[in-house]
């Protein structure tokens, strides 16, 4: 007969849920369902991730103060690992790793911005190499060095991004910035061009 009482199918179905958990069969059993639901449908743990970005970060934060013996053994366990592998894996695994704690980007996130740029920063149009794109986002939505989907803008130079930076994201100064420099620089060319030669002091040796 089933449970007329709503906070005794719920207290039934949780102890349902923690038998079967109890259970190594049924665990085995429900990773294998969820691993293939979850290779069917490759969009819904990021979608799901974004939505609650803010409660899963806090979970992690909270976890991490309650755990701390937890949370050594596993750093020590994954450095253990790191040091097995060559100098090229370690400096691969390392950004993705960063990446995905920073930016909440896995591998072909950050492949499929690549491609959409080009390979080009996307401040100064020019080529990048994959070891030195930096991603560049809006202040006004994540602090630094982490970013969200939401405010990512692109791959750019370290450069590129400082320069922005500096000038707090505000276009119409860096257009001042350029049209003065565009007024100075041929006058300062000029007086360099009337500069007498520099003379080399002979020095013994």
Not at 80 to 87: A, D, E, I
Request: glycine share 4%; aromatic share 6%; charged share 40%.
């Amino acid at each position: 007969m089933p449970l007329k009482d709503p906070e005794k199918r719920r207290e039934y179905q949780r102890e349902y849920t923690r038998k079967r958990r109890a259970s190594g069969v049924y665990a085995e059993r429900e990773r294998e369902l969820r691993k293939l639901w979850l290779e069917n449908h490759p969009g819904y743990q990021r979608q799901r991730y974004l939505g609650n970005r803010d409660a899963v970060i806090k979970r992690s934060r909270q976890w991490e103060l309650e755990h701390p013996d937890q949370l050594r053994k596993t750093k020590r366990e994954y450095e253990r690992k790191l040091r097995k592998l060559s100098p090229e894996r370690q400096s691969t695994e390392a950004r993705r790793f960063t990446m995905l704690k920073r930016h909440g980007m896995r591998p072909e996130d950050w492949a499929t911005m690549w491609a959409a740029q080009g390979g080009r920063c996307y401040l100064c149009d020019e080529k990048m190499q994959p070891d030195e794109a930096h991603v560049d986002h809006d202040h006004r939505c994540c602090p630094k060095d982490v970013t969200c989907a939401r405010c990512r803008r692109g791959l750019a130079h370290r450069e590129c991004n400082w320069l922005i930076g500096l000038a707090a994201d505000d276009p119409g100064k860096l257009h001042t910035i350029a049209r003065n420099l565009e007024i100075v620089l041929p006058i300062v060319t000029e007086r360099l061009a009337g500069k007498p030669e520099q003379l080399q002091l002979d020095l013994p040796a």
